[in-house]
C-alpha cells in the first residue's frame, strides 16, 4: 500500500494491458486498411485495363476503317456519295463503340477509394478525364466524321496523366504494362 492507501500493482497490469489492447488495435486497424487500399486498387486497376482494351480496340477499329477507305476519303476524284458513304462508315464505327466506352468509363468511376487514399482517388479521377475525352472524341467523329478524329493532344495529355496517377497509386504493379506504361 502506498500512503494513499492505493495498491499500485493492479494499476501497473491494468496500465499494461490497456498499453497492449491499444497496439493490438492499432496494428489491426493498419492492417484492415492495407487490405482495403489494396482491394480499391485492384479493383481500379480491373477496371482501367478493360476500359483501355476498349480504347485501344476503338483506335484500332478506326484506324483500320480508315485505312481501308482512305482512297475515298482524301482523293479529289471521289464522287460526293462514295465520300459520303465512307464517312458514313467511320460515323457508325465510332457511335458502335461510344456506349461500350462510357459503360467501362462508369466502371471506373464507380471504383471506390476511401477519402485517406488520396493516390487511388486521384489515378481514377485522371484515368475517368482519360475515359471521358476518348468518348468525346468517338462522339464528334459520330456527329461530324468529315472532322476526322480531332482532339488527339487532349487525348494524349490525359492518357500521360492518367498513367502518371495509376504509377503514383500501383507503383511497380505488373497491370500496368499490359496499359503500356
Known amino acids: 500500500m502506498d500512503e494513499l492507501g492505493c495498491d499500485p500493482a493492479p ?4 496500465g499494461r494491458v490497456v498499453v ?7 496494428v489491426a486497424g493498419v492492417t484492415a486498411d492495407r487490405w482495403q487500399r489494396d482491394r480499391e486498387l485492384d479493383d481500379l ?6 476500359a483501355e482494351q476498349l480504347v485501344r480496340a476503338s483506335q484500332a477499329s478506326l484506324a483500320s476503317l480508315a485505312s481501308y477507305q482512305s482512297a475515298l476519303l482524301v482523293r479529289a476524284d471521289v464522287p460526293p456519295e462514295a465520300r459520303d458513304s465512307a464517312y458514313a462508315n467511320l460515323a457508325r464505327d465510332a457511335a458502335r463503340w461510344s ?3 462510357e459503360a467501362a468509363r462508369q ?3 464507380r471504383s471506390g477509394a476511401l477519402p485517406w487514399h488520396p493516390d487511388i482517388r486521384a489515378a481514377r479521377e485522371a484515368y475517368v478525364r482519360r475515359a471521358d475525352t476518348w468518348v468525346g472524341v468517338l462522339t464528334t467523329l459520330a456527329e461530324r466524321p468529315d472532322q476526322g478524329l480531332s482532339g488527339q493532344t487532349e487525348v494524349t495529355r490525359t492518357r500521360e496523366a492518367a498513367q502518371q496517377a ?10 500496368l504494362a499490359e496499359l503500356g506504361s
Open 11 to 14: 494499476v501497473s497490469r491494468r
Open 20 to 26: 497492449v489492447l491499444v497496439v493490438l488495435l492499432l
Open 45 to 50: 486497376l480491373d477496371a482501367v485495363v478493360a
Open 99 to 101: 456506349p461500350q466506352l
Open 107 to 109: 466502371d471506373v468511376a
Open 166 to 175: 495509376l504509377h503514383a497509386a500501383a507503383g511497380g504493379d505488373e497491370r
